[in-house]
């Protein structure tokens, strides 16, 4: 939480010095100490496609799948596909089959980076199922199945299997976590695989290594790798027993919000990478978080080499566009972006919903800025609205104070001066110490505080009579309770929170978690509020 500033190369040096000499003293004084044994962290050793490509595609039988053509058994399914999700549905499974034949010209994964909201766990289990079926038909050999997924969303992927199938194509399903099945088949007295003593940096005894799960022949029935069976786990449990799950022959990892390894150089990441997969299938509305380097490595994990090198991605594609100055800049992306796709092609599929895709309701967007209207963004009168009284005197008090500050103050000042900027631009008098006390007259004295609130009880005022639901996201916490309680008090109904305190896993009777929040609120018939945090 602090800022550093190592503007002086010189203090620095003395720094990491004095540092490295204390360290130095305590394994000294510990040599013959098992605690002075140097520890690393233990990771799957991978080839990293950095310097150099240690991977590359052979011929690229993708180009020669006909897509629309691909058909598969709908029998079993609960529902029918919207036209979009058809074409997901085929795109996935002109992939996958490349993994049935017998020869090494397979394509190892692919991206889905639909919008959100568009289905794609539906489409990815469709996709699995009906290639578990083949493999079955085929008398190849069955594998298990791993779907990687936030915590939050493990529920939702094993109520979605419920939801889209007749009988479920797989054997059974393990929830990998801690509050559900993680204990059965964990061996006992372990711990997480990732803190393993070892000197020298690498394990070179692969019987040196230590395992936490039950994975192969001699556990029997008790073993977790079953054929066709689903195994749920979350980004952590992968980081923590990456060892055991990378033992197992997976016939289909699945990514969800794959944007958790957009990092080259996270553990969770790594781990990822070490999976043995027939297939990976990299599943996120967000390809690209904060820079293009998220993309090489998602697409790196999902088919190794197809973007080279991590530093000649950065040499092709980043550094035109670093170099590009200020008249260039939007063309030397746009160039960037025309390029990146032709050489991703169909590893990739993405469609937004400003794309008027056919069979669902268009999406529109509303500003109250004139000056920022397109053929896909329209003028809202009730959204344009200008910052009064102690909103813009606080607003114009935290510009005033950075840019009175002196060169050294003004460095420690800027991020948090740019936090209370976007706090005060939504409320000024955030306080969630007195929120609880309010009467019917304080929240409309409140609200009216902010041009943002105003415009906000405009916006739900229009939304209300037309007998419709609303999602409000907000970011912080204290804001979120504000708008709980004022906008509750308003309309005189519940408006309920989701946000990381929310219950992901029930762990008591008649708890709600956060699905059970959102089914009781699509339940809900008429007007009605519910506050999410975007993150």
Same mark, same amino acid.
């Given at each position: 939480g602090q800022n550093i500033n190592i503007d002086n190369t010189e203090a620095v040096r003395k720094e990491i010095k004095s540092s490295k000499d204390r360290i130095t003293q305590v394994t000294e004084e510990n040599d013959d100490d098992e605690m002075g044994k140097e520890e690393f962290r233990a990771v799957v050793a991978? %080839? !990293?496609? %950095?310097e150099c490509a240690d991977f590359s595609l052979s011929d690229n039988v993708i180009d020669q799948i006909d897509f629309p053509k691909v058909a598969f058994d709908r029998n079993n399914l609960k529902r029918t596909p919207f036209a979009h999700?058809?074409?997901?549905?085929?795109?996935?499974?002109?992939?996958?089959?490349?993994s049935l034949d017998d020869n090494e010209n397979t394509v190892p994964g692919g991206l889905l980076a639909d919008d959100m909201g568009l289905g794609k766990t539906y489409m990815s289990l469709v996709g699995i199922g009906d290639y578990l079926n083949a493999r079955k038909r085929l008398k190849l050999t069955e594998k298990p199945v791993m779907i990687v997924a936030p915590l939050g969303l493990i529920e939702n992927w094993v109520d979605e299997i419920d939801k889209t199938f007749d009988k479920s194509p797989f054997r059974d399903i393990v929830i990998l976590q801690s509050s559900a099945d993680l204990k059965t088949f964990k061996l006992k007295g372990s711990k997480t695989e990732t803190k393993q003593v070892f000197e020298e940096g690498a394990i070179d005894d692969v019987n040196a290594i230590r395992y936490s799960l039950k994975v192969g022949k001699e556990f029997g029935s008790e073993r977790l790798d079953m054929p066709n069976r689903l195994v749920l786990t979350t980004y952590d449990a992968l980081r923590d027993y990456q060892f055991s799950l990378g033992r197992i022959d997976w016939s289909v990892v699945a990514f969800d919000e794959a944007q958790n390894i957009k990092n080259p150089n996270t553990l969770v990441t790594r781990a990822s990478k070490g999976l043995k997969a027939d297939f990976k299938l990299l !599943?996120?509305?967000?390809p690209v978080e904060n820079s293009l380097k998220d993309f090489w490595c998602l697409l %790196?994990? !999902?088919?190794p080499g197809l973007l080279g090198a991590w530093q000649d991605f950065r040499e092709s594609y980043i550094s035109p566009i670093l170099k590009a100055d200020a008249e260039t800049a939007l063309e030397s992306k746009i160039e960037v972006g025309k390029s990146i796709r032709e050489k991703v092609g169909k590893h990739m599929l993405r469609r937004i919903k400003e794309d008027q895709l056919e069979g669902l309701p268009p999406k529109y967007i509303w500003t109250g800025d004139a000056n920022l209207t397109n053929e896909r963004i329209g003028f809202s009168d009730s959204l344009s609205d200008y910052m009064k009284g102690i909103q813009k005197q606080r607003y114009d008090d935290v510009i005033h104070s950075v840019r009175s500050a002196g060169k050294e103050e003004k460095q420690k000042v800027v991020l948090a001066s740019l936090h209370a900027l976007r706090e005060i631009s939504i409320h000024p008098e955030v306080d969630d110490k007195n929120i609880f006390n309010l009467s019917i007259k304080d929240v409309k004295s409140s609200l009216d505080l902010s041009a943002k609130m105003k415009s906000l009880v405009l916006t739900l005022g229009q939304i209300k009579k037309r007998d419709e639901k609303v999602i409000i996201f907000a970011m912080s916490k204290k804001l979120q309770s504000y708008m709980s309680v004022t906008l509750g008090l308003m309309y005189k109904i519940d408006v309920p929170i989701i946000n990381g305190d929310t219950k992901a896993v029930k762990s008591t009777k008649g708890e709600l978690t956060r699905k059970g929040i959102i089914e009781e609120f699509e339940k809900r018939v008429g007007f009605g509020l519910i506050i999410m945090s975007p993150i």
């Open positions: 991978i %080839d !990293a496609n %950095d999700q058809l074409e997901g549905i085929q795109w996935l499974l002109g992939l996958l089959n490349t !599943a996120t509305g967000t %790196d994990t !999902a088919v």
